[in-house]
């Protein structure tokens, strides 16, 4: 069974620290996703990493996938408040099935 | 475009009671899911379609059942609903040749169940 695990869970931080978000996947898969969603609004797509190696950059956030170490990691760089959101990373399961599966989530919290 | 529509937005429902949460999407994609989401938590597959008459379990699809007789509409079926139903209940869709690639999220369903 496809389990995404994410690490930490909670993150609060100082503006223009930087942090890293892990993203742990236990089957084959060349494809992940990054999401954020904000208190009580739907989700909307951040990144799409298809092949390994594969790194994606959007402002202060940066992607990448390791296929091999089944690895995805979310890089913040000089935080800012208006990054506090909840970031979830998703796997989907190519072979037919078309499973899509999202991680555990983190609540990532920007102190000013 | 209107994207991926949910409907209702919120709604009570009693021990027992059933209700059906509607799903429409106007990007003619092929692969549709729904997820629950409780209070600060992930997201849970509960079903999922790759196409018209195809349906597929997620993770939890005990308490809920699913159609998928046209591309647009994927409704989701509560029967006899429970107190552990309650949760904010996502639509979404994807295309793509081989996979759904990023989701087209809905607004969400509220459901509470006392």
């Known amino acids: 069974e496809l389990k995404v695990e994410q690490n930490p869970l909670f993150l609060s931080m100082q503006e223009g620290k930087n942090y890293t978000i892990y993203c742990n996947y236990s089957?084959?898969?060349?494809?992940l996703y990054w999401y954020r969603q904000d208190p009580g609004k739907s989700l909307e797509s951040l990144f799409v990493l298809l092949s390994n190696g594969a790194v994606k950059q959007e402002g202060r956030l940066m992607a990448s996938l390791d296929t091999k170490a089944r690895l995805s990691t979310l890089h913040i760089t000089a935080a800012v408040h208006d990054l506090s959101a909840t970031y979830f990373c998703?796997?989907?399961?190519?072979?037919?099935?078309?499973?899509?599966?999202f991680g555990t989530g983190t609540r990532l919290k920007v102190l000013a | 475009n209107a994207g991926v529509t949910q409907t209702p937005k919120f709604r009570i429902l009693k021990i027992g009671q059933s209700m059906t949460l509607q799903c429409t999407q106007d990007m003619n994609h092929n692969y549709m899911y729904w997820y629950r989401q409780d209070p600060g938590m992930g997201l849970k597959l509960i079903y999922y379609?790759?196409?018209?008459?195809?349906?597929d379990k997620g993770e939890v699809p005990n308490g809920y059942n699913v159609s998928r007789s046209t591309t647009e509409d994927f409704p989701l079926r509560l029967e006899l609903a429970a107190p552990s139903q309650t949760s904010v209940y996502f639509c979404a869709s994807g295309t793509g040749r081989t996979g759904p690639s990023p989701l087209h999220f809905g607004n969400g369903t509220r459901l509470t169940v006392t």
């Open positions: 998703a796997v989907d399961v190519f072979g037919g099935t078309y499973k899509y599966i």
């Open positions: 089957t084959t898969s060349d494809r």
């Open positions: 379609s790759v196409g018209a008459g195809i349906t």
